[in-house]
């Protein structure tokens, strides 16, 4: 099941719907991921209008996991200019 799940996921192209976001939206990349690279992220955050794109340096794909305390900064920094505060 999970070799299956893999294949889909990588077949998946999502990418000419992003545009459809219309939400505000943070794309956050770790500097070294080798699976969703800063290129990746960032070309995410480029087809989401007004996206906002962000880097957390050193850090791996696991970023929420092994660099929390920056994540959070930038979720909270991020919320905290969305709702004006």
Do not use: N
């Given at each position: ?14 990418h ?20 969703s690279?800063?290129e ?13 794109f ?32």
């Amino acid at each position: 099941v999970w070799a299956y799940t893999w294949r889909t996921m990588a077949q998946l192209d999502a990418h000419p719907r992003l545009g459809e976001i219309r939400v505000p939206t943070l794309c956050i990349a770790g500097e070294v991921d080798a699976s969703s690279s800063p290129e990746i992220v960032k070309r995410m955050a480029d087809a989401i209008p007004g996206a906002r794109f962000a880097v957390v340096p050193g850090a791996p794909h696991m970023l929420f996991i092994e660099q929390p305390a920056e994540v959070a900064h930038l979720i909270r920094a991020f919320l905290d200019e969305v709702m004006g505060v």
